[in-house]
């Protein structure tokens, strides 16, 4: 019996154990937390860049909503369709003003104004636009955007000449 406890000693002396050392250990642990701080960053930028498109994107609505407004005061509503709404002036000798056509281009990714004069653009990246005619006076406008966004408004307007 003793010849064996020291077959196994001797053996266990032999044998070459490897480990990380220090310095190993210290090395990897530095990169891991570079690694992480770069991501936590990025994910940051990513999320300021998302907001500032999210809010530069609303700008756009309510200002081409307030432009539709402003500019169908002086109008009356002639036709609607699926695709576009035409108007004529209430008082077109004195305002001096012709029918305008608000819709969406077939080939372009603009809503816009349509004139005698040319285009007035209002929104951008539009995919589809549809006006439906809901009770008296009033134009659903639902456009959708090339983010898949789907957004709604409800125009009043003058529905008759007076």
Same mark, same amino acid.
């Given at each position: 019996?003793?010849?064996?406890r020291n077959r196994k000693?001797?053996?266990? *002396?032999?044998? *070459?154990?490897?480990?990380?050392?220090?310095?190993?250990?210290?090395?990897?642990?530095?990169i891991?937390? #570079?690694?992480?701080?770069?991501?936590?960053?990025?994910i940051?930028y990513?999320?300021?860049?998302?907001?500032?498109?999210s809010?530069?994107?609303? *700008?756009e609505?309510?200002?081409?909503?307030?432009q539709?407004?402003?500019?169908?005061?002086? !109008?009356?509503c002639r036709?609607?369709?699926s695709?576009?709404?035409?108007? +004529?002036?209430?008082y077109?000798?004195k305002?001096?003003l012709?029918?305008?056509? #608000?819709?969406?281009? !077939?080939?372009?990714t603009? #809503?816009y104004?349509e004139?005698?004069?040319?285009?007035?653009?209002?929104?951008?990246?539009?995919?589809? +636009?549809?006006?439906?005619?809901?009770?008296?006076?009033?134009?659903?406008?639902t456009i959708?955007f090339?983010?898949?966004?789907?957004?709604? +408004? !409800?125009?009043?307007l003058n529905?008759?000449k007076?």
């Amino acid at each position: 019996m003793r010849v064996k406890r020291n077959r196994k000693f001797i053996l266990s *002396q032999n044998k *070459q154990v490897s480990a990380f050392t220090l310095l190993e250990m210290l090395l990897s642990l530095f990169i891991i937390g #570079l690694f992480l701080m770069t991501s936590n960053q990025l994910i940051g930028y990513q999320q300021r860049l998302q907001n500032s498109f999210s809010f530069k994107g609303e *700008q756009e609505w309510h200002l081409a909503l307030a432009q539709i407004e402003h500019r169908l005061k002086n !109008y009356y509503c002639r036709s609607i369709y699926s695709n576009e709404v035409t108007f +004529a002036p209430l008082y077109p000798k004195k305002d001096d003003l012709s029918d305008i056509t #608000l819709k969406k281009g !077939y080939a372009g990714t603009r #809503l816009y104004f349509e004139k005698k004069g040319g285009n007035e653009p209002l929104m951008t990246d539009v995919r589809f +636009a549809n006006f439906k005619k809901e009770g008296f006076g009033k134009l659903k406008m639902t456009i959708t955007f090339y983010s898949g966004e789907v957004r709604n +408004a !409800y125009l009043l307007l003058n529905d008759q000449k007076s």
